[in-house]
């Protein structure tokens, strides 16, 4: 039996993705310990039901207690204030990280109450469902998918690797990135498209009201996996598109004047361009399957 990678992992908020990682760090062996601590009563008996952790409460700091590593699993609104809530109790050594769908705003919310001494490094694992809560984790999720690092300029670089390591011990792949620049990308795969799903099942729905529900019987395929997508959490999604403000605008921006592009060929018929983006845009899906499977 080799030795797991850290004694004591503590996960704060244990949704979707803590408690995912409760059941592959406890699959990969890579803890001794794993406990958590969520803000609601309800929350923390539903994850000691279904066993996710050794021991789930409601006490943030006093679950970090000789934790050597700490995973904050919460919506990116409500990062800044659990780091402040568990700095004092946080172990001099221990790592600190984060999973946050925006980097950027994380680290500025979370950074200035972490104690010296503690390794910070946010990271991001770009897998997830439209489901939440601890009912909704499981030990898969991770498995061939990619988990990004954002370490700061000062990151100690054993703790950045340690971490990396923990992330494979997941399942996952991994790569690093700067925070910015980590937004700006996810701005486009990830967030754009939430809000277009967001944007659309509500306008179907509003639709729906004047056409006797016909757009919502008859919803055909592309509509249907819309849905799947505007069936995210609210709350975190809402800590998105707050903490993601501006990369989200201006790819909101380039994205609306491409929607007038083809509004427009669509009035004068121009089926050429449609045609040719069309065409363009299928390439792109079979290249990123070909990738995938590469
Ligand atoms: N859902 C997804 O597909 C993905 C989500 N993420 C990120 O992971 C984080 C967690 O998301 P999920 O697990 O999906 O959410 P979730 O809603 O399933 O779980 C969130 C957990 O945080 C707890 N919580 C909420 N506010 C809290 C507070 N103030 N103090 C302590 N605990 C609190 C909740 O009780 C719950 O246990 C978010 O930051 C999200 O951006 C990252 C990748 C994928
Ligand atoms: O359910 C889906 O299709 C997702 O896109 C899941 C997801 C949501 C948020 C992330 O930051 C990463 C992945």
């Given at each position: 039996m080799t030795k797991p990678l850290f004694n004591k992992i503590a996960l ?8 995912s990682i409760a059941l592959a760090a406890r699959r990969g062996g890579l803890a001794n310990k794993i406990v ?15 066993k996710l952790v050794d ?12 934790a050597d590593l700490?995973i ?67 030990a898969e999720l991770f498995d ?18 340690k971490l990396d390591a923990f992330w494979k011990g997941l399942g996952s ?122």
């Amino acid at each position: 039996m080799t030795k797991p990678l850290f004694n004591k992992i503590a996960l704060i908020g244990i949704g979707l993705i803590g408690g995912s990682i409760a059941l592959a760090a406890r699959r990969g062996g890579l803890a001794n310990k794993i406990v958590a601590a969520t803000r609601s009563e309800e929350t923390a008996a539903t994850a000691n039901r279904l066993k996710l952790v050794d021991h789930c409460g409601t006490d943030l700091a006093a679950a970090c207690q000789d934790a050597d590593l700490v995973i904050v699993c919460t919506p990116v609104g409500a990062c800044g204030e659990a780091a402040r809530v568990i700095a004092p109790s946080l172990k001099p050594g221990c790592i600190v990280s984060d999973v946050g769908s925006v980097k950027q705003a994380v680290v500025d919310a979370m950074q200035p109450h972490l104690p010296a001494g503690v390794h910070f490094v946010p990271a991001h694992p770009v897998a997830g469902t439209e489901n939440s809560g601890p009912e909704a984790g499981f030990a898969e999720l991770f498995d061939g998918r990619w988990t990004i690092l954002t370490p700061l300029p000062d990151s100690d670089p054993a703790a950045v690797d340690k971490l990396d390591a923990f992330w494979k011990g997941l399942g996952s792949l991994t790569d690093r990135l700067d925070p910015a620049g980590h937004d700006r990308i996810l701005a486009i795969t990830s967030h754009l498209p939430h809000l277009i799903a967001y944007t659309i099942v509500g306008t179907a729905d509003d639709l729906a009201g004047h056409l006797n529900s016909e757009v919502l019987r008859f919803a055909a395929g592309g509509f249907r996996d819309f849905t799947r997508i505007a069936a995210s959490d609210p709350t975190m999604w809402r800590d998105v598109f707050l903490n993601n403000r501006e990369a989200v605008l201006e790819v909101l921006a380039r994205f609306q004047e491409d929607l007038f592009y083809l509004q427009r060929a669509i009035r004068w018929g121009e089926g050429d361009k449609l045609f040719d983006l069309f065409t363009r845009t299928r390439e792109i899906r079979r290249a990123l399957i070909h990738l995938n499977q590469a």
